[in-house]
């Protein structure tokens, strides 16, 4: 079985890579640009249906002003660029907002932080998935109302491919990705010569009205449609989730990092704003209408929509009408978005492992996620990731929607304190600098870090005013938790490292007054004499060969057969008239322990190795349940004495080297995080 199971998981991630390997898994621009900015491209897939869908409550006439909020969406995704250019600068370690803040800011802020990203990171996996699952049902019919479904499996797939390494994700996930950058290039330019031309064409859903809600009668008018407002924006806001995961990922990048990875944020800053204001600028001229419902909120001629009338995304609308005499390039159009929303999860599979690994050196989180696997990915935090991810997907059935409004506002909470830690940070280093040119650059980036601090800030009282009652409660509970989580497992990390410090070296390093050897016997053979062998090469105190009288009748037959083995040594046989063997053992142990709180107790328990699984369920079973009770006993050691049977010698070839022993092979948690 253990061979089966790790040829399984070679199948599927790959054969291990060495630490030395490390270096070659860094990532060139090139490759980092899909990799980092997925998430953030794939926004302006869903960022416009969000305004739009809005907008709508307020009727048709409430869609003339998207293309002003779209402009408010880019004036702060282009700021919060400009200010992490400074912070990759500043802090290529990789710690991203977590440590600007934790640095400048205090422990606390630096928390708060971290557990907003991380509650960003898993909605991030679960918004773009079931984004591109909708997408796929606009492609393909049969998927509709099977999104949530597809969606898990697509997480599924996309974790397993992060699993076998950054690299070999990274390179996988560049063509998808250019392919997008690529089709939507067209889209724009298409689109743009058919509108300039006046040859451009409506798209289905402009042959309907859109009927405004209650309480939006007049449209945009008074406190309402001011509040309206803000929402559609603080909704197209998703557009810079995806923006801090560079600032996460610069370790990942090749030499030099941080100009490397300025460079790709420039990019993703201008791809991006590009993008979301094509989208809707082609929606605005093709007439394109997104509601919520829209058997309740379209209406044509005065009636209700068509029973069977599916509404499409606005990418897939626009791409219908652009494209209508050539087919396949709605096709293309419709299914590369829909793919890259699918990969723009893996922006969340880079950031958040990588920021569970720091977290975790610093003791905020389990040690467990501070390792690579044996791909050199820190495998732990990948699957965690995809759990949780899984986890919002079924509960939330997939909508967009409804995932959308948990979404964001930890962005800008780690937005607004990177922003401001940076701040603080230029203040801290401006008095130490003399040098009028290294002066000049540092007071423009502080005008920047100033910049983007006071508009993501506005941004965040903006989102938790008009998202809070719609949903963004939970995302806040939910960081809340994660907080509380990583304070206690801190202090209790604190807890058990005080609790192992030595304070007094002499006491620490004085030998137990004796040491008693206790050898537990259930049968006279091999590995009972090993176990003796063992424990008198030890040269205890005391040495005392123990059984339990389970039966009694076998208990005759061990001593029987000890007496008969001309062992030099008594046999001391422990009542049991409850039948069970864990109990008289432990009851023997606290004697001893009693009389000579001082003394030490050693149990010698025989144990067969075995090399098929089916084996562990037949043997060591009594052995494992007494061990576990003599791991909590004080001053006790317990110590296996294996003895190897002859099917474990199988076990000890590499089944991807037959000519290599395992025990040549790093242990797991040898491969570290490397830097």
Known sequence: MP??????????????????????????????????ASDALSSVAYAPDEILLTLSLAGLASYTISPWVGLAVVIVMLTVVASYRQTVRAYPSGGGDYEVATTNLGPRAGLTVASALQVDYVLTVAVSVSSGSHYLATVLPAARDHEAIIAIGLVALIALINLRGVRESGSGFAIPVYLFMAGMGV?????????????????ESAQFDVLAEAGYEEGLMGLAGGFLVLRAFSSGAAALTGVEAISNGVPA??????????????LLGLIGATMLMTVIGLARATGVRFVQDPHLQLAMNGQPVPEGYEQDPVIGQIAQTVFAGFPPMFYLVTASTGLILLLAANTAFN?????????????????????????LAFSNGIIILALAAIALIWVFDAEVTRLIQLYIVGVFVSFTLGQLGMIRHWNERLPSVVAAKERGAMKRSRAINAFGFALTALVLAVVLITKFTHG?????????????????????????????????????????????????????????????SYARATRPSTLQAITVAVDRDAA???????????????????????????????????????????????????EYVVGHWWERVLHNQSALRLKTRLLYTPGVVMASVPWQLASSARSLVNPDDPGERLGDLPAPGMVRRGE
């Open 3 to 36: 061979d089966l199971s790790d040829a399984a998981k070679r199948l599927l991630v790959g054969r291990p890579v060495r630490s030395e390997r490390l270096g070659h898994t860094l990532l060139p621009k090139r490759i980092a640009l899909p990799v980092f």
């Open 187 to 203: 889209m724009a330019l298409v689109g743009g010569i058919q509108w300039a031309t006046g040859t451009l064409g409506t798209a």
């Open 253 to 266: 990048f090749r030499k030099p990092k941080s100009k490397n990875a300025a460079t790709t944020l420039l």
């Open 351 to 375: 950031g958040f492992p990588t920021l569970a690994s720091i977290l975790s050196k610093d003791g905020y989180l389990p040690r467990q996620l501070y390792t690579r696997g044996d791909r």
């Open 472 to 532: 963004a409660w939970i995302a806040i509970g939910l960081m809340a938790l994660l907080f509380a989580v990583m304070v206690f497992i801190r202090r209790h990390y604190q807890h058990v490292a005080d609790e192992l410090e030595i304070e007094d070296v002499a006491a620490a390093r004085a030998l137990p007054s004796r040491v008693h050897a206790l050898v537990l016997v259930s049968k006279v053979h091999k590995p009972t004499m090993r176990a003796l």
């Open 556 to 606: 005759e037959q061990v001593r029987r057969d000890w007496d008969a083995a001309e062992v030099p040594l008594p046999l001391t046989v422990l009542d049991s008239p409850y039948r069970d063997l864990t109990r008289p053992v432990l009851e023997y142990v606290k004697s001893i322990r009693r009389e000579s709180p001082r003394d030490l107790v050693v149990v010698y328990v025989p």
